[in-house]
């Protein structure tokens, strides 16, 4: 296809020197172009379609990079992209050495902010504000956040900051949920444009110096004032917090969103637009299903995602959904909690079975973690559901609220190790390192999805926390099918899967399957260890005792993994062995294919054999 005004941007300043009229009409060959862009990429689509109005307005006003636009989570950003110069290099979105899903101030003065997690936008945002201030430099920072990333803590704190603070800073808070607000329509507008505009906000200023000498009267036009605009508008809590509140307003009306941002560009202090969206904005099957069309493998642009699914491979998520149903049948005192990940984490079928025992509590980790304590003190069963990546943010949460009281709490911990497309911000790296040194915790790797449903089971029946950490995806070739039972496994306990010879690789999760295929080679025993912690210490004793060299491998960091664990066994026992850790290294794994990625780190089958010969060479 072609876009003959798309094509003539290359830059902001392009698409500033479009006549006003013209906008229209681009975000329309900016719409179809990421539709069908993304449907041969695969990447994050009904966000995105979403904010394509609101993208091109805040170029179009602002100047960028100058001014800054700090994106929150940054799943909404491909036009933001598009329109800085990357609209070749969409082709090879979420690709390795490609363009990255997320905005990174590596790839591009545009991206003003490196993010992937949410309801951090405002934070950095108030942080830019307040350097351009102190510096004495003249630039508007404007912070764009979801209706979902401000249900985290984090946001509101900067939000409580920004008002105290004497600096220039635009929010812009992007509603696609209807249910939170009005209707949108002309009174709305016009208000919008209204109080947004300097004679309002001039007269406004004037009025409170006036009635500052007669402080009753000043309280009292105060009062009145937020009593008119809050029959139109529902912006007292943040005009509670210091911002001048503004809107709600059609985020897809150009006529309506420019003016008012042109308006408030010019306004001093902390300043709050709210804007309504629709996910999937301008495709009616995204339109239709955003939740669908929220992260999208690659599909035809034309017909849609299919919608049978039949013949799928049996994902480590599914396992844990179907066993999460199960068991909920058993036991009335199961309660299932997800920080907003129903989908991802496969909870679905349980959210409707189970409605008064499924809680999302909203893009809020740590109020998770302290939720399913509270549960636990009451002798109820929580499990969180929660990806590796994202159980970093309650990570206070885990330790003083959890482990501390070792309170029953079970962990499932999905997108362990690499997840591929996603990128750094969401490589599950560091769980196995930042859980093993909590006292109180079981941690536990299943190496295919039998045994995941196994240690789900052991991880419910243990009377402390546990976590089950297990990759997106499944097994592979390696998949073994659960069977629909609740077996348990002897905690601290592994097994030797394969008996060879001088070579004992002892593997913990997935990684068996490669470990397996490389002691053909190689002739080397291979150890299913299962437990990160408690360690089988006995067969760690025994494998040293009766091989010339360990291996120890897992998909986490190897700074503080599984292996250093091995290592500081061999040392509590006394016993000197050569010890090869392989694993992740010491830097931010960037976004590519799974197996590619594997590969490269010489974490697959051929890699295992060539780092452990290059090993074995030095120590003989």
């Given at each position: 296809?072609?876009?003959?005004?798309?094509?003539?941007?290359?830059?902001?300043?392009?698409?500033?020197?479009?006549?006003?009229?013209?906008?229209?009409?681009?975000?329309?060959?900016?719409?179809?172009?990421?539709?069908?862009?993304?449907?041969?990429?695969?990447?994050?689509?009904?966000?995105?379609?979403?904010?394509?109005e609101?993208?091109?307005?805040?170029?179009?006003?602002?100047?960028?990079?100058?001014?800054?636009?700090?994106?929150?989570?940054?799943?909404?950003?491909?036009?933001?992209?598009?329109?800085?110069?990357?609209?070749?290099?969409?082709?090879?979105?979420?690709?390795?050495?490609?363009?990255?899903?997320?905005?990174?101030?590596?790839?591009?003065?545009f991206?003003?902010?490196?993010?992937?997690?949410?309801?951090?936008?405002?934070?950095?945002?108030?942080?830019?504000?307040?350097?351009?201030?102190?510096k004495?430099?003249?630039?508007?920072?404007?912070?764009?956040?979801?209706?979902?990333?401000?249900?985290?803590?984090?946001?509101?704190?900067?939000?409580?900051?920004?008002?105290?603070?004497?600096?220039?800073?635009?929010?812009?808070?992007?509603?696609?949920?209807?249910?939170i607000?009005?209707?949108?329509?002309?009174?709305?507008?016009?208000?919008?444009?209204?109080?947004?505009?300097?004679?309002?906000?001039?007269?406004?200023?004037?009025?409170?110096?006036?009635?500052?000498?007669?402080?009753?009267?000043?309280?009292?036009?105060?009062?009145?004032?937020?009593?008119?605009?809050?029959?139109?508008?529902?912006?007292?809590?943040?005009?509670?917090?210091?911002?001048?509140?503004?809107?709600?307003?059609?985020?897809?009306?150009?006529?309506?969103?420019?003016?008012?941002?042109?308006?408030?560009?010019?306004l001093?202090?902390?300043?709050?637009?709210?804007?309504?969206?629709?996910?999937?904005?301008?495709?009616?099957?995204?339109e239709?299903?955003?939740?669908?069309y929220?992260?999208?493998?690659?599909?035809?642009?034309?017909?849609?995602?299919?919608?049978?699914?039949?013949g799928?491979?049996?994902?480590?998520?599914?396992?844990?959904?179907?066993?999460?149903?199960?068991?909920?049948?058993?036991?009335?005192?199961?309660?299932?909690?997800?920080?907003?990940?129903?989908?991802?984490?496969?909870?679905?079928?349980?959210?409707?079975?189970f409605?008064?025992?499924?809680?999302?509590?909203?893009?809020?980790?740590?109020?998770?973690?302290?939720?399913?304590?509270?549960?636990?003190?009451?002798?109820?069963?929580?499990?969180?559901?929660?990806?590796?990546?994202?159980?970093?943010?309650?990570?206070?949460?885990?330790?003083?609220?959890?482990?501390?009281?070792?309170?029953?709490?079970?962990?499932?911990?999905?997108?362990?190790?690499?997840?591929?497309a996603?990128?750094?911000?969401?490589?599950?790296a560091?769980?196995?390192?930042?859980?093993?040194?909590?006292?109180?915790?079981?941690?536990?790797?299943?190496?295919?999805?039998?045994?995941?449903?196994?240690?789900?089971?052991?991880?419910?029946?243990?009377?402390?926390?546990?976590?089950?950490?297990?990759?997106?995806?499944?097994?592979?070739?390696?998949?073994?099918?659960?069977?629909?039972?609740?077996?348990?496994?002897?905690?601290?306990?592994?097994?030797?899967?394969?008996?060879?010879?001088?070579?004992?690789?002892?593997?913990?999760?997935?990684?068996?399957?490669?470990?397996?295929e490389?002691?053909?080679?190689?002739?080397?025993?291979?150890?299913?260890?299962?437990?990160?912690?408690?360690?089988?210490?006995?067969?760690?004793?025994?494998?040293?005792?009766?091989?010339?060299?360990?291996?120890?491998?897992?998909?986490?960091?190897?700074?503080?993994?599984?292996?250093?664990?091995?290592?500081?066994a061999?040392?509590?026992m006394?016993?000197?062995?050569?010890?090869?850790?392989?694993?992740?290294?010491?830097?931010?794994?960037?976004?590519?294919?799974?197996?590619?990625?594997?590969?490269?780190?010489?974490?697959?089958?051929?890699?295992?054999?060539?780092?452990?010969?290059?090993?074995?060479?030095t120590?003989?």
């Open positions: 296809m072609t876009y003959p005004l798309l094509e003539t941007i290359n830059a902001p300043a392009d698409l500033r020197q479009l006549p006003r009229e013209q906008l229209a009409s681009l975000t329309e060959e900016l719409r179809t172009f990421l539709v069908d862009s993304v449907a041969k990429t695969g990447g994050h689509l009904s966000s995105n379609l979403g904010t394509i609101l993208t091109v307005a805040l170029h179009y006003v602002f100047n960028t990079p100058e001014d800054r636009l700090v994106w929150d989570v940054g799943h909404q950003t491909y036009a933001h992209k598009v329109l800085t110069g990357r609209r070749a290099g969409m082709a090879k979105l979420r690709m390795k050495d490609g363009v990255s899903g997320f905005p990174r101030r590596e790839e591009s003065p991206d003003t902010f490196g993010v992937g997690h949410s309801s951090t936008s405002i934070s950095a945002a108030l942080g830019m504000a307040v350097a351009a201030r102190d004495g430099e003249d630039r508007r920072v404007v912070a764009i956040i979801g209706d979902g990333a401000m249900s985290a803590g984090q946001a509101f704190e900067a939000l409580n900051n920004a008002g105290v603070i004497d600096a220039n800073l635009l929010v812009v808070l992007n509603d696609n949920d209807m249910s607000s009005p209707p949108v329509g002309a009174l709305n507008k016009y208000l919008a444009r209204l109080l947004s505009g300097r004679t309002f906000n001039a007269a406004r200023k004037a009025g409170e110096k006036v009635l500052s000498m007669a402080p009753p009267l000043l309280e009292l036009a105060k009062r009145a004032e937020e009593h008119v605009k809050g029959m139109f508008v529902p912006g007292t809590l943040f005009e509670e917090l210091g911002f001048n509140y503004i809107g709600p307003i059609d985020g897809h009306d150009l006529d309506s969103l420019i003016p008012t941002l042109e308006n408030l560009r010019e001093k202090g902390p300043q709050f637009l709210h804007i309504i969206t629709r996910k999937g904005q301008g495709y009616k099957l995204a239709a299903n955003p939740i669908l929220h992260g999208v493998s690659k599909f035809d642009a034309t017909n849609g995602i299919e919608s049978g699914k039949g799928g491979k049996l994902t480590f998520t599914q396992v844990f959904g179907d066993w999460l149903c199960d068991m909920a049948a058993t036991d009335a005192k199961l309660v299932a909690i997800t920080p907003a990940m129903c989908e991802g984490s496969g909870m679905t079928r349980f959210a409707e079975q409605p008064m025992r499924y809680h999302d509590v909203g893009i809020a980790e740590q109020h998770a973690l302290t939720f399913a304590a509270g549960l636990a003190c009451e002798g109820m069963k929580p499990v969180v559901a929660i990806y590796s990546t994202f159980l970093q943010r309650a990570y206070d949460q885990l330790i003083h609220d959890v482990a501390l009281q070792n309170l029953d709490v079970t962990f499932t911990i999905d997108r362990g190790g690499l997840v591929g996603d990128g750094a911000t969401h490589q599950g560091f769980d196995l390192s930042y859980l093993a040194c909590i006292p109180n915790m079981v941690i536990m790797a299943p190496a295919d999805e039998a045994e995941c449903r196994r240690m789900l089971t052991t991880a419910y029946h243990h009377p402390g926390p546990a976590a089950v950490r297990y990759p997106r995806g499944g097994s592979g070739s390696h998949a073994v099918p659960p069977a629909p039972t609740f077996e348990c496994i002897d905690i601290g306990k592994g097994e030797v899967c394969r008996q060879g010879q001088r070579i004992a690789i002892l593997a913990f999760g997935t990684l068996l399957g490669a470990a397996l490389a002691s053909q080679t190689l002739d080397a025993t291979v150890a299913n260890m299962r437990f990160v912690k408690p360690l089988d210490l006995a067969l760690i004793r025994e494998l040293a005792q009766t091989h010339d060299m360990l291996v120890t491998i897992e998909e986490n960091a190897v700074i503080g993994g599984a292996g250093s664990e091995v290592a500081r061999l040392e509590g006394g016993l000197s062995k050569p010890l090869l850790r392989l694993g992740l290294p010491d830097q931010f794994i960037e976004h590519g294919e799974q197996g590619q990625l594997l590969a490269e780190l010489g974490l697959n089958a051929a890699g295992i054999v060539e780092r452990i010969k290059t090993f074995e060479s120590i003989t």
